[in-house]
């Protein structure tokens, strides 16, 4: 399985970005895909899943970002809203053997390498 993220940047405060994940040698639609994301001096933590039963988000995010897959293109999305300075991280996908309602990064199996998303004041 190969995971190829995309689409970070550098955007102000209260824009937006879109991640693309490119997932390859994978049967796409059978597992749980994932966003995480690691900020500067800190752990990496949970983002969003989705999955054929289901989506789920972080708690913190509050209906800002959106996950989605294309299961034709074999790419996973994350459409990030009203961005805020502290979603400053490395968002990094990942697929998860395990199924839906993943949430540790010890579930997932398999990550790409990550996309560095800053967010100015």
């Known amino acids: 399985v190969q995971l190829q993220a995309s689409g970070g940047g550098l955007v102000q405060a209260g824009g937006f970005l879109r991640l693309s994940c490119a997932v390859s040698?994978?049967?796409?639609?059978?597992?749980?895909l994932g966003w995480f994301r690691q900020a500067p001096g800190k752990e990496r933590e949970f983002v969003a899943q989705?999955?054929?039963?289901?989506?789920i988000y972080a708690d913190y995010l509050k209906g800002r970002f959106t996950i989605s897959r294309d299961n034709a293109k074999n790419t996973l999305y994350l459409q990030m809203n009203s961005l805020k300075p502290e979603d400053t991280a490395v968002y990094y996908c990942?697929?998860?053997?395990?199924?839906?309602?993943?949430?540790?990064?010890?579930?997932?199996?398999?990550w790409g390498q990550g996309t560095q998303v800053t967010v100015s004041s």
């Open positions: 990942a697929v998860s053997t395990s199924g839906w309602g993943r949430r540790r990064q010890e579930e997932y199996d398999y």
């Open positions: 040698r994978c049967t796409f639609g059978s597992y749980g």
């Open positions: 989705v999955s054929l039963s289901g989506i």
